[in-house]
């Protein structure tokens, strides 16, 4: 399974980015998606997530702000962030849970820069 994301880059505090992430390969379900970021000195952390179902998980400082989303037919994960912050500065890196049909695994896809000026 190959993860290909795409949309990062530099805006200004206030302004917004989308975030994609295709998922190909040998897939034939993919259970929950998400997006996690690592900032300079810092862990990894959950950003967001979605289940299949549409459920979605926020972490507390994008409450409001960002929007999980994603297209099954298309196996591919969206992440709109609105009013970014300096804060938010970080490499972006979706990760999604697959079902191959012969076992289950969790990809990595290979992080896309995010940088607020402020």
């Known amino acids: 399974v190959q993860l290909q994301a795409s949309g990062g880059g530099s805006v200004q505090a206030g302004g917004s980015l989308r975030l994609s992430c295709a998922a190909s390969g040998r897939i034939v379900v993919i259970n929950t998606m998400g997006w996690y970021r690592q900032a300079p000195g810092k862990q990894r952390e959950l950003v967001a997530d979605?289940?299949?179902?549409?459920?979605?998980n926020y972490e507390d400082s994008v409450k409001g702000r960002f929007t999980i989303s994603r297209d099954n037919a298309k196996n591919t994960v969206y992440l709109l962030m609105n009013s970014l912050k300096s804060e938010d500065t970080a490499v972006y890196y979706c990760?999604?849970?697959?079902?191959?049909?012969?076992?289950?695994?969790?990809?990595w896809g290979q992080g896309t820069l995010v940088t607020v000026s402020s």
């Open positions: 990760n999604v849970d697959v079902w191959s049909g012969i076992f289950r695994q969790g990809y």
């Open positions: 979605i289940t299949r179902g549409g459920s979605t």
